[in-house]
């Protein structure tokens, strides 16, 4: 049990909607990361997030983006959806001043 | 950035070890880490390295870091049906980490 929840388990999506992700942690992780895991591939990194601030990102277009709340949760916001954007979407957290990184359940996004 | 690889499929019997390989190309990432993601699960840290250490043991796990190589290993010593899993090695460099694309592990019972 890591302790990181993400919600909801499954989406569907339509081309060209958005979405907002969601992920809560423990007390005391302040960092948490974002990746996109597409079938049979590994987690490409999408952002970090440190006490609020973005302070890190992947190879992802600005229309990905994300915000960081004090209470240890987190949110991932894709806008104008492409097929292409289907995946298992992971949210991972670290404690300050550790190197653990524990992921969340992940959602699962289906764009059609 | 980083390139972490490793071999797609590794098939053991029951109750034999598995050994699951990986390399990466920065000399710069500070640890090395191990993951299991089980059918339809997040991802699951079994153990890691900090870079400045060639083998750390924890239970049936040893993790071996061939730094002059890039080469890390996972060795799983009597490997059980529930070790059938998706292992991915991950490095962390600055703040970034950089995973492989998984070893399928099938354990035959």
């Known amino acids: 049990e890591t302790g990181v929840t993400q919600s909801p388990t499954h989406l569907i999506k339509t081309r060209g909607q958005q979405v907002t992700l969601r992920c809560s942690s423990q007390?005391?992780?302040?960092?948490v990361s974002w990746y996109q895991q597409a079938l049979g591939q590994g987690p490409q990194f999408i952002f970090q997030?440190?006490?609020?601030?973005?302070?890190g990102r992947g190879n992802f277009p600005p229309r990905f983006s994300g915000l960081q709340f004090p209470n240890y949760s987190s949110e991932l916001n894709v806008n104008a959806l492409e097929l292409d954007d289907s995946a298992l979407y992971l949210c991972?957290?670290?404690?300050?001043?550790?190197?653990?990184?524990?992921f969340g359940p992940g959602t699962r996004l289906t764009v059609t | 950035g980083e390139d972490v690889e490793q071999s797609l499929f590794l098939s053991v019997r029951e109750g034999d070890s598995s050994v699951i390989n990986c390399t990466y190309t920065?000399?710069?990432?500070?640890?090395l880490y191990w993951y299991k993601q089980e059918p339809g699960a997040g991802l699951q840290l079994l153990t890691y390295?900090?870079?400045?250490?060639d083998m750390k043991q924890d239970q049936r796990l040893t993790v071996l870091l061939n730094k002059k190589d890039k080469h890390l290993s996972l060795r799983i010593a009597d490997t059980q049906t529930g070790d059938s899993a998706i292992y991915f090695c991950?490095?962390?460099?600055?703040?970034?980490?950089?995973f492989g694309t998984g070893t399928s592990l099938t354990v035959i019972p």
């Open positions: 390295i900090f870079s400045n250490m």
């Open positions: 920065d000399s710069s990432s500070t640890y």
């Open positions: 997030y440190y006490r609020e601030e973005e302070n």
């Open positions: 991950a490095a962390l460099r600055g703040n970034q980490f950089y």
């Open positions: 991972a957290t670290r404690a300050g001043g550790t190197d653990e990184q524990y």
């Open positions: 007390s005391g992780h302040n960092t």
